[in-house]
């Protein structure tokens, strides 16, 4: 069986986040998304709330499977049985620090590989700083993330 990991903040999930899971679960038996747990952080969204709209996000993508963790990705890659990590590359901005995560999670735990996922096009702008920041000035950002999503945010920012 193979099991990949796809890692990252998602806070919130957003449209590209979506798109990516949507073509990596193509690939694999079984599809991890992490949200990774970092204490150095003040997220938007607790852990709790980000797993939560994930689970939603995903309901339809029957081998999905929303986690959190937190410490290395490699080590715990290692501990979930899962030996690929999945990227989204957005711009070559992204490509320098991804290059070298991937080849230090590699050092970690060698049988550890990271495979990346282009961005489509229509989303390769999107990231969930740039949702934080247009709906923290009240804008739009219902091409951005789904409905339910937007709601949390406007709620988020309303101080509820
Ligand atoms: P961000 O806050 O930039 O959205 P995350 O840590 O939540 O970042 O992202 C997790 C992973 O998803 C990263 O590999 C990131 O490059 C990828 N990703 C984020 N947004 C997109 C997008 N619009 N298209 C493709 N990949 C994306």
Not at 7 to 13: A, E, L, N, R, Y
Not at 59 to 66: E, Q, R, S, T
Not at 124 to 144: C, M, Q, T
Request: aromatic content about 12%; some cysteine.
């Amino acid at each position: 069986m193979t099991r990949a990991l796809y890692p990252g903040s998602f806070d919130p999930v957003t449209y590209g986040h979506i798109d990516i899971i949507s073509r990596a679960s193509g690939f694999f038996d079984e599809l991890y998304v992490g949200v990774l747990n970092n204490k150095e952080k003040t997220p938007l969204f607790s852990v709790e709330e980000r797993v939560k709209m994930l689970e939603i996000a995903c309901k339809d993508f029957l081998n999905v499977k929303i986690v959190s963790y937190s410490g290395l990705l490699a080590e715990y890659a290692k501990q979930s049985g899962i030996n690929v990590i999945i990227r989204g590359l957005r711009a070559v901005t992204d490509f320098e620090y991804e290059l070298q995560m991937a080849q230090t999670n590699r050092k970690i735990s060698s049988s550890c590989d990271t495979v990346f996922l282009t961005t489509s096009l229509e989303y390769a702008y999107l990231s969930s700083s740039i949702v934080r920041e247009v709906a923290s000035y009240g804008g739009d950002v219902s091409n951005f993330v789904p409905d339910f999503v937007e709601k949390s945010i406007k709620a988020k920012y309303r101080g509820e």
